[in-house]
């Protein structure tokens, strides 16, 4: 087998905290996306210390699993828990992106869900979640804020081809801990305020239409 060197770009999305919005990758750099429903592949989810600077390419060093986290770099920069998954939805994303990240708003986001996932996880053996988007939480972290990306698991689907299960990381264990792959603290029940719904949805459209 070959030596997998490639540097091919991984089509993205992003989280928009300040205003509680979406972004992807595309031909000419950052566009607005809005989407309801995605499969989110966290079977693969991976962990581990990013860098996210400004006009670089991200720096990542990734837990060898979900129950082994590697060493925190000790190089004076400012490392911090994240998280990579692969999303599919070929209506709004044309296919299937990577949502990579170490901001705190998404990766509180991302603990709830992967919570659900492995709540439910035991009964849909060989299935993918498909995940709504509902909106944002408000927070406050510290001395600012943020807003958290509110998900939640509408049923379970046979896994596309587009996202093939990766052999590698299939004995991986999972936290029972669910703050551990993250290791971000949970925002206190008095941080939060009534979920607003998706931004220009005055209602919400719970059509599923990967």
């Known amino acids: 087998m070959p030596l997998n060197l490639s540097n091919d770009f991984t089509?993205?999305?992003?989280?928009?905290?300040?205003?509680?919005?979406w972004r992807m990758s595309g031909s000419d750099g950052q566009e607005p996306v809005s989407w309801n429903h995605a499969i989110f592949d966290l079977a693969n989810i991976q962990t581990g210390w990013g860098i996210f600077a400004e006009g670089q390419a991200p720096e990542w060093v990734m837990d060898l699993s979900l129950a082994k986290s590697a060493?925190?770099?000790?190089d004076g920069r400012e490392w911090r828990r994240g998280f990579k998954v692969s999303v599919f939805s070929e209506s709004a994303f044309g296919g299937v992106r990577e949502f990579a990240t170490t901001a705190v708003g998404a990766v509180r986001g991302m603990l709830d869900l992967y919570?659900?996932?492995?709540?439910?996880?035991?009964?849909?053996?060989?299935?993918?979640?498909?995940?709504?988007?509902?909106?944002?939480?408000?927070?406050?972290?510290?001395?600012?804020?943020?807003?958290?990306?509110?998900?939640?698991?509408?049923?379970?689907?046979a896994r596309p081809d587009a996202l093939p299960f990766k052999d590698d990381l299939s004995e991986k264990p999972a936290y029972q801990d669910h703050q551990a792959p993250l290791a971000q603290p949970r925002p206190q029940r008095e941080d939060y305020v009534k979920p607003a719904g998706p931004p220009g949805n005055a209602e919400f459209d719970d059509t599923i239409n990967l």
């Open 11 to 21: 089509p993205h999305i992003r989280w928009m905290a300040q205003t509680s919005s």
């Open 115 to 157: 919570e659900k996932f492995e709540a439910d996880i035991g009964s849909h053996f060989n299935q993918v979640p498909v995940v709504r988007f509902t909106g944002a939480t408000p927070a406050r972290v510290g001395k600012g804020n943020t807003n958290i990306p509110n998900f939640e698991i509408v049923q379970w689907t």
């Open 71 to 74: 060493p925190k770099p000790q």
